[in-house]
Structure formats: C-alpha cells, structure tokens
C-alpha cells in the first residue's frame, strides 16, 4: 500500500440505458468526463477546496458533494474519515446532460481518494461507494453510469439492489457518437414522464431487445445489435424533451448508423456504429440536425472506452 | 437431393420461458419426443396414415393436424403439395405438459419431410413452417419451443415476429432435471392468467436477469446463472396451476438446483443443475414432492440437448 502526495484522476462519460437495456446497460465513451485531484493534508478530514466548470452550482461541504459523499462513504467504510485530505474538482462535462455527470464525479472522488491512501480496494470493491455518492445527487439508485464509469467497457447490470454485474468485452470496431445539444433535462423529470406499468407485450419485445443486443456484443454480430437497439418503453416518452429527435434519428441511421437512442435521461443522444469512419460520418450527421434549429450542440466521436477511470498524473508507478 | 423412400425422426421436448425467459428463450432436452415417421406413396398429396400414442385426439387430416400443417407450409412453399407422402405420428410425450409437445410435432413432421425431399431447405429455413405448424394447435406465435426444438441448445428469440434467434452453447455442466406431474394446463388457460400490463419495476428486474441468465450462460458462470433464474411476471400467477408448486421448489434449492421454475405454460416444471449428479439428486426430491400427495409425475433428467430433432432411422447416408 504505497502512498503518494497527489493524485489526479480522470472519469469518463458513460452512455446508460443503451435503448432497450432501462437502467440494465451503460458503457463508457473517452471524453468528455470529469477530472478529480486529491491531496493529503494536515487538517484533518475531507475538505473540498476548489470546485471548477460548475458554474457556481456545486456545494463546496463534502457531506452534500457527490464526489465528496462518494469519497466520505469510503473513508468511513474504511475507518478513516479523519484523515486530512483536499478535493479539487474539476467538471469538464455539462449537468443533466444525460452522460453520467454526476456518475463521473463521484466515481472520480471516491477512485482518487482510494489510490491516495494506497488502494485499499479494488475498481468493483469502489462500486457501492460512488452510487452511494451518485445517489446522493439524484436520488435513484442504479449502477448504469457508475458501473461503466469505474470498470470501462459495456456493464450489464442483473440487479441493480444487489450491484450484481457483468463486464461484456466491446466488439473490436464497436464505436459510438455522441451528440449533447445544450438544453438541459433532469433525470427526475424524465423518470416521471415514465409510467409505472407497461403492456406485458411491449416488456417481452424489450426483454428479446436487450438479449438480442447482449449476444449481439458477446458474438459481435453487427447484424443483431443493429436489430436490438430499440426502445418500446423510454424513448417514445422521452423524445418529445429533445428537440428534433427524429430528424436526427433519421439522420443518423442513414448515414449508417447501427442504431440511435437517447443517452441516459437524455438530451444527448447517441449512435452506435461499425468503424470509425462511420461514426464520424454519423456524428456530424446528427450534430448537423441541431444546427439547423440553431441548438448548440458538442459532438463526441469514440471507440467503446474499455478501462474506465484512471489516473493522469500524479502517480509514482 | 438424393431421396429416401422413408425417413423416421425424433424430435426432443423443451423446455420453454425458463424463468426469466418469457417467450424469448428455450432450451431443448433429450427425452422425452415425439417421433414422425414419412415415405413416398402412389397417392397423391400428403396423407396421415396413423397416430399412436395420442388417445385419439389428434386427427388424421393432414391439413388440422400440427404435423400436417407444417409439413404441406412447407410442400406448398416448394410447389411440391400433389407429390404423394404418408406420414405416420408417434406422440411419445403428453398434450399441455408444458414441454413443447405441439412444437415437437411440428418440427418433427417438417423436418422428416424435408428430409425425405432430398433437404432442400436447411434447418434454421425449416424454423417459420414449424411455426406455422404449432400456431395451428396453440394459437400463438412464439418460437421458444420450436427454435430449440428444431436446432437443439439454448435458443434466444430476439423478436418472434421477425423470426429473429441467436443460438447459445449452452455450458459443458449444464443439465437439467424436469418433472411432469400428471395434470393438464392448457397454454390458452395460462395465458390467461397472465396480466395484459406489468410494472415497469417489474419489467426491469425481469430484464436484468435474462441479461444475466445469457450472460452467466456465454461466460460459464454458474453463481451469475443462478442468481438470473428468477421470473417475477409468469410465476407468481401460474404457480397455483400447479398441486405443491412452491414446496417442489424449495425441495429443488435446498437439494442444490442453480434454479428452478415452470416449464412453458407448466404444469411441468424444471430446475437447471451443475452436473449429472445433482441433477438426478434435485429431479428425484421434486419428484417425491409429488409423489407426496399421489400425483403421478414423470422425470426427466437431462444435459441440454445440444443437436434438437434429428433421424433415428431410415436414413441413407
């Protein structure tokens, strides 16, 4: 258990719910995502002492910071909140966006503080901390961002109570493009746009769609993820939020796109492709659909990210 | 397309839905089946000549009858439906048993005609006549008997409508044990008793565990599977179609099964094991449950039957 003085970590931003896989599937894109630097100090206990690209927005009291309960909830578990340590956070991605912010700060917490002390726990042992942390800003209680966020690759989540999951290898030439147009949705809103019960025949098509997807993943079959990726449920709801959403829905999946659906609670939204190439193509493609209704847009283009979190700098390995 | 004068097939029963699976999954075992039994004749057209096994209540006329059907979808497919064949059925397992009795006779009579024809068609081809077959007799349209049925293994039904399935290898250890007590569930009835909606809770539960029942299936993980075996929308509400449903169940836990449910629409029932031994251990302490309160009940104890229907005799090659 080597300690260093500072460590500084990067969480990236995870695409949940992948269309027909509602808060049982996520996966990690390469950027953006939020940055987390920590360092011991002689106060005693968890201090967060800068927070940056929140606007303003962020409690700077680690009990009520998702990063900072994230981190607490650990140092608790592992007796050791009065340890002096400093938080700096650094938000690189927007709020309620629907790309895991609030998942990425609070893995980035708790994964910073966790190398800092000298890795007590390993990346799936962190896992009920930073939910614990994501919880605590949105209320809801699901690893499809989290799950993602700290392992890398694409997470199937069996039951969310039980934080019981599966790590899926990406097929090779599995890309996504992401687009984020600059409206802002909270999850809350669209969780109650949702209805609580829904025909026992919409269930079972997205049930053949999220296995249809899972063995499409596992025996990289383009042909049936391209096939699966639908949603019965969220996204006839969810769309009416996004503005455009089936032109660029349509736009995409002309330009080639395996399929398209909304990132998380949206408003981004997301394609998954064959190949870089068409990726871009798609991206640019979709981001063009908001510029006609002159919606800032930001466009992220990147392979299936297969680690996760992970330290930038400040580690003496 | 070399031709036989007679061809004689056995296809197996199934065992259809397994627990989380609703529609969507299936998995054929090696006994017992149904076994059909076609040859060339002077007479034109596709005749029924005998029916053992039945009691009497399958009819003779081809074009009622569940094997009949299926093999003239597939003679009129080929513009082949003067050509004269006899066909004889053997039913070797019980109507409404909830192992796919209606879907073996399908397959077996399409299968064996194809057969006899030379094979023009491939099996996976066969799959929509089948359909079309066991839809005479039940009325619905699910290929979670019939797939398996016909292909063998664990079959995965993304989408009944398209027709669309992926086949999984099922694990080395894999086996099963399933018992038929001897009562009759119509399929209908137990439609019925299923709900026209579900909670949307519900629905996601249900998905994170046929996730990972697949996954626990493709990564041989037997702990991930036997967490997965759990239906929280068939279940509950078709259990009381079935004399000790629940104290056949816990027999089966506490004897080891990885899990245990209902069979299609029941009354059997099945429970998946690691290895022969358990399988036989769990498959006769369900048994004595029945046995219990006089229910005459059959057992089957099987590996997941990896081939699904094939020629016994007859063949040429």
Redesign the interface.
């Known amino acids: 258990m080597s300690q260093q003085q500072e460590v500084r970590v990067f969480a990236p931003a995870t695409v949940a719910n992948v269309a027909c896989?509602?808060?049982?599937?996520g996966f990690a894109i390469d950027a953006p995502g939020d940055e987390v630097v920590v360092r011991f100090s002689e106060k005693p206990g968890l201090r967060i002492t800068k927070v940056t690209g929140d606007d303003g927005r962020l409690p700077l009291a680690a009990e009520k910071n998702t990063a900072g309960v994230a981190a607490l909830d650990l140092l608790k578990h592992l007796g050791m909140q009065d340890r002096g340590i400093e938080m700096e956070i650094h938000k690189k991605m927007p709020f309620g966006s629907g790309l895991g912010s609030s998942a990425a700060s609070a893995v980035a917490g708790v994964y910073a503080v966790n190398k800092l002390i000298g890795e007590p726990l390993t990346k799936k042992q962190l896992l009920p901390f930073a939910m614990t942390g994501e919880a605590s800003a949105d209320g809801a209680w699901h690893a499809d961002n989290v799950g993602p966020c700290l392992l890398g690759g694409i997470v199937?989540?069996?039951?969310?109570q039980?934080l019981?999951i599966?790590q899926?290898e990406p097929p090779k030439n599995l890309w996504a493009a992401v687009v984020h147009p600059d409206i802002e949705i909270l999850t809350k809103v669209a969780r109650e746009i949702?209805?609580?019960?829904?025909?026992?025949e919409n269930?079972?098509?997205?049930?053949?769609?999220?296995?249809?997807l899972?063995?499409?993943i596992?025996?990289e079959?383009y042909g049936?993820i391209s096939?699966?990726i639908h949603d019965v449920?969220a996204e006839p709801r969810r769309q009416k939020l996004i503005p455009e959403f089936y032109n660029a829905k349509r736009a995409a999946m002309s330009a080639g796109a395996l399929g398209f659906s909304i990132s998380g609670a949206g408003p981004s939204v997301f394609a998954l492709c064959e190949g870089e190439e068409s990726a871009r193509k798609v991206g640019a493609k979709i981001s063009e659909v908001f510029d006609k209704i002159q919606l800032n847009n930001q466009l992220y283009v990147s392979p299936i990210n297969k680690h996760g979190v992970h330290v930038i700098e400040g580690e003496n390995k």
Chains 1, 2 share one sequence.
């Open positions: 896989g509602y808060d049982v599937l199937f989540i069996r039951s969310n039980e019981d599966a899926l949702l209805p609580e019960s829904i025909l026992l269930a079972t098509q997205q049930t053949g769609n999220l296995g249809g899972i063995c499409g596992i025996q079959d049936m096939r699966s449920i």
